[in-house]
């Protein structure tokens, strides 16, 4: 158990909706980073958070957004929906800055299917 | 850039047997490696990582990791395998100046025959 918990579990959307996955932290972690993981694939660093801020981004649209909360928790919105957002998404919750000790705790994921 | 390879899709070892599973990485500046395990519709758990130090690091459940400068790699190994090591094996790299998120390899899956 890592202590980093994420909401839905699984869910089912259609082309174009939206969805808003959820994700709370490790306690005495800053940082939250979101990766998509593909049927097959590694998982693809999507954007962090830290302090509030996105700190970092990988590849992807802009319709894929997010926000941290004071609490550390955070929220990954998807808007407009394409068949090939049908991935397991994943939140990591991490220490960064000084103390940082490098590693990413993951919770379960949320498997999201769009048809 | 950063990036991990995993020149293996798939591992096969018999029960009892050692394993090890393959891991190569590129980056700019001095890495931190890490190896990660995932089981069926399950998130990934942390086994090891290397920032400095002994080449040689110890993770979970009797895993350990060689890491190599001059051949940049970072090959996850366990002595004797069990049926319950069967997973999917994930290497990753980042550094903590600059990007400080992961880069994953592709992944192995790993099976540990009866």
């Known amino acids: 158990e890592t202590g980093v918990t994420q909401s839905p579990t699984h869910l089912i959307k259609t082309r174009g909706q939206q969805v808003t996955l959820r994700c709370s932290s490790q306690?005495?972690?800053?940082?939250v980073s979101w990766y998509q993981q593909a049927l097959g694939q590694g998982p693809q660093f999507i954007f962090q958070?830290?302090?509030?801020?996105?700190?970092g981004r990988g590849n992807f649209p802009p319709r894929f957004s997010g926000l941290q909360f004071p609490n550390y928790s955070s929220e990954l919105n998807v808007n407009a929906l394409e068949l090939d957002d049908s991935a397991l998404y994943l939140c990591?919750?991490?220490?960064?800055?000084?103390?940082?000790?490098?590693?990413?705790?993951f919770g379960e994921g949320s498997r999201l299917t769009v048809l | 850039a950063q990036s991990v390879a995993q020149p293996e899709d798939q591992v096969n070892v018999a029960e009892g047997n050692p394993l090890t599973v393959k891991c190569t990485y590129s980056?700019?500046?001095?890495?931190?490696l890490f190896w990660y395990v995932q089981y069926p519709n399950r998130g990934l758990q942390f086994l090891l990582k290397?920032?400095?130090?002994?080449?040689l690091v110890k993770g979970s459940y009797g895993f350990e990791a060689e890491f190599n400068k001059s051949q940049t790699s970072f090959h996850l190994k366990k002595p004797s395998a069990l049926v319950s090591d069967s997973a999917l094996y994930f290497c990753?790299?980042?550094?903590?100046?600059?990007?400080?998120?992961?880069?994953f390899g592709t992944g192995t899956r790993l099976t540990v025959i009866p």
């Open positions: 290397y920032i400095t130090g002994d080449n």
């Open positions: 958070y830290y302090r509030e801020e996105e700190n």
């Open positions: 990753a790299v980042r550094t903590l100046t600059g990007a400080n998120n992961l880069f």
């Open positions: 306690s005495g972690h800053n940082t």
């Open positions: 980056v700019s500046g001095n890495p931190y």
């Open positions: 990591a919750s991490s220490l960064e800055g000084r103390s940082s000790t490098g590693e990413l705790f």
